[in-house]
């Protein structure tokens, strides 16, 4: 047992068994005692007020956590465009940087990339880091996975993020068994600690019932996978200056054990409801498939897109992609119409941040009217074609 408790000093307070992740403090005769949970983690040491716990033996090595500087932020690319969600790191990656007093990275991987590190920097990253290689061309958790733990390792990150898309939740869980570090996937909001500067990161749990803030004591870089459409986006200056870096992509036979065949885009890839600007969103009010088209009617009037409640998609009225909530997309439009949409927690979940929300819904005590700034109670099927005459007028 590395931790242990000097009876004399031990107060039998409490608070080292209050603070244990793992249930392994007891208090017994008013002295803390260290049970067979204890995984030798140190939180109990720094919550005791008459330092009367002690860390021996060599089980944990304690690293030196002052040589880890910098927020870094995976610059996910497609086809050497850079994916939306980016930006948005960038401006939250700001954020964190200045709080910490610290210089905001973008790290960028793939081939024939050069060319969009000065987007980058215009978006805030004062250093990109960058692997650029014909083995990088198209994402592979091998090839991405080698390069970016490589690259921690040599430049010691304090916080890295990524966007959680397909290809952010699957390299950062890969990156963090490799680098042994704390990962929190799908994170809604990021936020220094004050007193130890350590990043807060925020995610809904259990079905969205419960919003969990999970940090990462010990071990760096601290890594979260950040939900797309949920920060701001960086401000875009031209005028910004900085570095870049360019890293040792070098692979041998067998290092990338996976080969892409083929990329295949669906239609509905192509739409993007975390891009859009209005947004017609439809739910099991629409009663029936069909009820689409109406809203699609709308949409085009509005020179937007429409989306569907988690039910819709269930029934098979629309596809995955156009789906709000919780488990499906984050959109911030300046106009989201909820049509036929109870409210669902789930579902507000990823809307409430539109600039201007506007349910249409029969039932006057629906949720969603606690979240919209204009409520109409009716029938959609005949307040939507009426907003649609308006329009033509
Ligand atoms: C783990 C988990 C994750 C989830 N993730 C999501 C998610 O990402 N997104 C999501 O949307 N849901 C999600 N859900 C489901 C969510 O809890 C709700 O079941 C769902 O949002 C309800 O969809 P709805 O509002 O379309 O349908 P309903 O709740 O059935 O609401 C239909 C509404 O339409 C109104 N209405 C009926 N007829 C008309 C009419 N003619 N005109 C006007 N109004 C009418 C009714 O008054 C009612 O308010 C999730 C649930 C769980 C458990």
């Known amino acids: ?49 008459t330092d009367a716990i ?39 990656g700001k954020k964190l940087a200045n709080e910490i007093g610290t210089e905001l990275c973008a790290i960028l991987c793939g081939s024939n990339v050069a060319g969009l590190t000065d987007e980058l920097i215009a978006y805030g990253a004062d250093k990109v880091y960058l692997a650029d290689a014909p083995e990088l061309e198209k994402y592979t958790t091998d090839g991405y996975s080698k390069v970016i733990n ?12 990524y966007g959680a898309t397909h290809i952010g939740r699957d390299l950062a869980p890969c990156l963090a068994v490799k680098v042994n570090t704390g990962l929190t996937a799908d994170c809604t909001k990021l936020e220094i600690d004050p007193d130890d500067k350590k990043i807060r990161q925020t995610r809904p749990a259990f079905g969205g019932n419960l919003m969990a803030t999970i940090v990462c004591p010990g071990s760096r870089p601290q890594m979260s996978t950040v939900r797309p459409g949920v920060m701001d986006k960086a401000v875009y200056d031209p005028t910004k200056k900085g570095e870049v870096i360019k890293l040792n992509a070098v692979f041998a036979e067998g290092d990338i054990r996976t080969k892409v065949l083929e990329i295949v885009k669906t239609t509905a890839d192509i739409i993007s409801i ?105 029938d959609l099927y005949k307040v939507i074609p009426a907003i649609i005459d308006e329009l033509n007028k």
Not at 4 to 18: A, F, L, M, R
Not at 152 to 158: A, H, L, R, S, W
């Open 274 to 378: 975390s891009d859009a600007d209005f947004i017609v969103a439809g739910g099991m009010g629409l009663g029936k498939p069909e009820g689409m088209e109406l809203l699609q009617q709308l949409a085009d009037k509005l020179g937007g897109t429409v989306a569907a409640s988690r039910a819709c998609v269930d029934a098979g009225w629309a596809d995955h992609n156009i789906q709000v909530g919780q488990t499906g997309t984050t959109v911030k439009p300046q106009i989201y119409f909820a049509c036929g949409i109870s409210g669902a927690i789930q579902h507000i979940a990823g809307m409430q941040e539109s600039d201007l929300i506007i349910a249409i819904n029969k039932n006057e005590n629906a949720p969603i009217f606690e979240v919209a700034d204009y409520g109409i109670v009716g």
């Open 54 to 92: 002690l860390q021996e033996g060599t089980e944990k090595i304690i690293r030196d956590l002052s040589m880890y500087k910098g927020v870094w932020v995976f610059a996910e690319q497609r086809e050497g465009k850079i994916m939306p969600v980016v930006f948005e790191l960038l401006g939250e």
């Open 150 to 161: 490589e690259a921690i390792g040599v430049y010691k990150p304090e916080i890295v993020l």
């Open 1 to 49: 047992m590395a931790i242990k408790v000097i009876d004399e000093k031990c107060i039998g307070c409490s608070k080292c068994q209050k603070s244990c992740p793992f249930d392994a403090i007891t208090i017994e005769n008013k002295i803390a005692v260290i049970g067979d949970a204890c995984t030798n983690c140190g939180t109990c040491i720094d919550v005791c007020p």
